[in-house]
């Protein structure tokens, strides 16, 4: 089985049981360090999955040994047996594989593909046009009342209609607002999302809550006070952030 953990508000791994145990005793996975594996629907706290962590001496505190953790495997090792990569710092065991991985263009394992402008642009489209065709099966039939060739003779029917329009445009503003806050807080993607293989995590790859989903939905009106900027954002950020991700500390990846 393999285990990802959360390390700085970072994804780390995929690591093996074995290496886990390690990370455990070496006093990087703590009882309150989220993880989570292949067949877990959300991450959670390694002591609620796998008990209280046994007590043990870090090795980093052993005879002054300068730990390091492979940034692709996780296993603790000497600094000096380790091999900066770029940003990462690699094991002689994983370094074959990483710089194979490297040379085919693909991601390591660990690391995040982030969503970008584009690409979220067109699935916000797509949940754009699922919404209003649910809408308009229901403002369909007052629209053709208001607009019949006799409603201009009888305004006073016109305007008794005018109410419960605006309250089904009311209730599909609210209507939107649930669809977007309930798919990202349980399923992690709207419906458009999904289509594109996109996830939205918070920073350290776990998932959103349904007060911070809420937050994440109403983050997304400050982008009308800077005139489209806050999503422009996405494009030139190296995390693919826009203003509303920045806010709620989120961000935007392709589901593995």
């Known amino acids: 089985m393999k285990w990802f953990y959360a390390d700085q508000g970072q994804q780390k791994g995929p690591v093996d049981e074995s290496a886990l145990n390690d990370l455990v005793l070496a006093g990087v996975v703590r009882d309150d360090t989220l993880v989570w594996n292949e067949g877990m629907p959300n991450w959670q706290t390694h002591g609620s999955l796998r008990g209280v962590a046994p007590t043990s001496k870090p090795l980093s ?21 380790l091999v900066a990569i770029g940003p990462a710092s690699i094991c002689a065991m994983c370094k074959p594989a990483y710089l194979q991985k490297l040379r085919q263009g693909g ?27 649910a809408f308009l099966i229901v403002r369909i039939p007052f629209g053709i009342a208001m607009f019949a060739p006799g ?13 419960p329009f605006l309250l089904i445009t009311f209730l599909s503003m609210v209507a939107a607002a649930c669809y977007e806050i309930f798919f990202i807080a349980k399923r992690g993607a709207t419906i458009g999302k999904m289509i594109f293989g996109l996830k939205v995590i918070r920073a350290d790859g776990s998932p959103l809550s349904l007060g911070l989903s809420t937050g994440r939905y109403f983050a997304h009106f400050i982008n009308t006070f800077t005139l489209g900027i806050g999503y422009l954002m996405a494009a030139f950020d ?16 392709y589901s593995r």
Not at 122 to 131: N, P, S
Not at 238 to 253: F, G, P, S, Y
């Open 61 to 81: 505190g052993i005879a002054g040994m300068d730990t390091r953790y492979c940034g692709e495997c996780g296993r603790p090792s000497p600094a000096s047996e």
């Open 107 to 133: 991601a390591a394992a660990g690391v995040r593909h982030y969503g970008g402008f584009w690409i979220r642009t067109a699935a916000r489209i797509v949940d754009a046009i699922l919404l209003n065709m």
């Open 151 to 163: 409603a201009a003779r009888n305004p006073a029917a016109v305007i008794a209609m005018m109410g």
């Open 238 to 253: 190296v995390q693919k952030r826009a203003l509303h991700d920045r806010i709620c500390e989120t961000r935007v990846i």
